[in-house]
């Protein structure tokens, strides 16, 4: 009977195992392999037969250095103020009692998840371009359409947007299990709204706010369109240049490394992150 | 009223304020952008002009709907969404029903594996897909991308096809057993019908997914083969044309359709997962 049972299991889990391991494991593996390929300028991919390390030595050049720092940096920032305006919204649409606000502002929300990235990207460059209801807002700030920071702020706001729907969710499923009882019963006792807030349901939900700070980076290190269209070409995100060596230099050997050391990066920093919450948590239990 | 108890009340006041304030601009923020491309894709205007449009019209639309190059994107998106769910679907749900029915050594490893991809920026799952047709000769672009985003989908199919078996006990298909059906049997008559809102809403998410895919597609297409959202992409690039817009208003449309099947369906409160303490309901 086990050994049916198991074999059973064996048989329902091999499309899907077949499936990762044709069209994930081995297109991964095989990408490691063209990264350690010599390239030779005119051919599209690396030669046959050939071993060096010099398509990751040349990425140590200080151009690459900035796209990485810029991809990092901007995953940090946006993450950090999607968490900050997102604690708000999804505390709100928990505690807001009409039923046609919450189903309105979580349609919306989910609405956002489902919609493309295409239509948002074009949204937000409509609303800081020219005819923009946002121009007169840089304008007002004497931001030129062409300086900079223009293009970093087009940017973050761009990553906002796909950021704060997918934290709001996830901290609402966090803190819609937290008794708010407890709030109030600590506002009886004497704490001031704010103090009871930050000592009970915030402190509950700790664990949210890191699944959601990872969902978060982790969306926007792998943006492509939203740096692609926003960045114009200035600020360049290491996915845009993954895509330019495919499209533009041609250069597979090169993209190649790329593409590996942006997942080293990304599994080291989101498993890292885990890891710290794992002790965090280990000390509260002792 | 004692100063401390006033002063309090001075600081809960103003905490108010501004999170109602945060809450207000931050909606805001995210409704605007959308509903600004909604009016300005029905400009009457020839040119990109200042929001709000003069005149109305439909001529985006028109443009739209005429063009050879979006049409056959949207019949090629189409198709490509469809074939890949139903692949998603069906091996997501075999292999959810193993996960949650089945007890094997591994377990845990296995499951961690089959949601790896989540991690894995689309981009270089999309360059990597390029290498692995290329190098065994799959070049047809609508074949690499169905398969494609199957895998993209199937994480995603896997995971809510394993929660709403889950709620589903066991002791109804021991039951049937008992009862002399096989476990084929079973399963095919207890647990999917059963299980039916919870694959249909998996369904609907790999749809959605599928169709505003770009990040793997852009480096799957051929001469032949493009689908709407690259479509629309590469015209963004080239000049800001509001045929766009008229685009974003057609898919937008799109997904409220979807979310209204999906409330209908199971729920939107179960899509984030019912609480305990909800004060709401």
């Avoid at chain 1, 990425?59 to 920032?77: M, P």
């Avoid at chain 1, 300086?147 to 819609?176: C, D, H, Q, R, W």
């Avoid at chain 2, 002009?49 to 985006?60: M, T």
Wanted: aromatic letters at 10%.
């Amino acid at each position: 009977m086990t050994r049916a049972r198991s074999s059973a299991a064996l048989l329902l889990l091999f499309p899907a195992a077949a499936v990762f391991s044709v069209l994930y494991l081995s297109p991964l593996v095989m990408t490691l392999r063209e990264s350690l390929k010599v390239h030779e300028s005119g051919s599209i991919g690396g030669t046959p037969g050939t071993w060096t390390l010099s398509n990751y030595s040349d990425l140590l050049h200080s151009a690459y250095g900035n796209v990485l720092f810029d991809t990092f940096f901007f995953g940090v920032v946006a993450t950090l103020i999607s968490l900050t305006v997102s604690y708000p919204l999804a505390y709100y649409i928990n505690g807001v009692r009409r039923i046609w606000i919450r189903k309105s502002v979580l349609t919306l929300l989910v609405a956002m998840l489902f919609s493309g990235g295409v239509v948002r990207v074009y949204a937000i460059a409509l609303a800081v371009g020219p005819a923009g209801f946002l121009a007169p807002l840089f304008s007002a700030a004497g931001i030129s359409p062409n300086a900079i920071l223009f293009l970093e702020i087009s940017l973050i706001i761009g990553l906002l947007n796909f950021t704060i729907p997918i934290v709001t969710i996830t901290l609402l499923s966090a803190i819609k299990n937290i008794d708010m009882h407890l709030e109030d019963a600590a506002q009886t006792l004497g704490a001031p709204r704010w103090v009871a807030f930050f000592d009970t349901t915030f402190r509950l939900s700790i664990e949210g706010l890191i699944s959601a700070s990872i969902l978060s980076f982790a969306i926007c290190v792998s943006a492509f369109v939203v740096p692609m269209i926003l960045g114009r070409g200035i600020i360049v995100f290491a996915t845009n240049l993954i895509f330019s060596r495919f499209a533009e230099v041609t250069n597979h050997p090169s993209g190649a490394a790329i593409a590996i050391v942006l997942l080293l990066i990304s599994v080291v920093i989101i498993y890292g992150f885990l890891r710290l919450f794992a002790k965090r948590e280990q000390r509260a239990a002792a | 009223m004692s100063m401390k108890s006033r002063r309090k009340r001075a600081i809960d006041a103003l905490g108010g304020t501004i999170f109602f304030t945060l809450v207000a601009l931050t909606i805001a923020f995210l409704v605007t952008p959308i509903l600004m491309v909604l009016v300005m894709s029905f400009d009457g205007r020839e040119f990109l002009g200042p929001f709000p449009p003069s005149s109305f019209s439909l001529q985006y639309y028109e443009s739209l709907f005429g063009s050879r190059v979006y049409m056959a994107g949207l019949k090629n998106t189409a198709i490509i969404a469809v074939a890949s769910t139903v692949i998603a679907c069906a091996v997501g749900i075999l292999a959810a029903f193993a996960l949650v029915r089945y007890k094997f050594p591994g377990k845990a490893s296995v499951e961690a594996f089959f949601m790896s991809p989540l991690i894995v920026p689309g981009v270089i799952l999309g360059f990597s897909l390029l290498l692995f047709y290329s190098a065994i000769g799959v070049l047809d672009g609508m074949w690499r991308i169905i398969f494609a985003h199957a895998l993209v989908s199937l994480p995603y199919t896997i995971r809510v096809a394993q929660t709403s078996l889950a709620g589903i006990p066991s002791t109804l298909t021991e039951a049937a057993m008992s009862l002399g059906a096989t476990e084929r049997q079973a399963f095919f008559s207890i647990t999917l019908p059963l299980a039916r809102a919870g694959v249909l809403s998996s369904g609907v998410l790999a749809l959605a997914h599928s169709i505003d895919e770009v990040n793997v597609s852009i480096f799957l297409v051929d001469a032949y083969t493009t689908t709407l959202p690259i479509a629309l992409l590469s015209n963004m690039r080239q000049q800001f044309d509001l045929t766009i817009a008229a685009a974003s208003g057609v898919i937008i449309l799109f997904v409220v359709l979807l979310i209204v099947i999906v409330d209908r369906l199971v729920g939107l409160d179960k899509v984030i997962g019912g609480g305990v303490h909800d004060r709401a309901r």
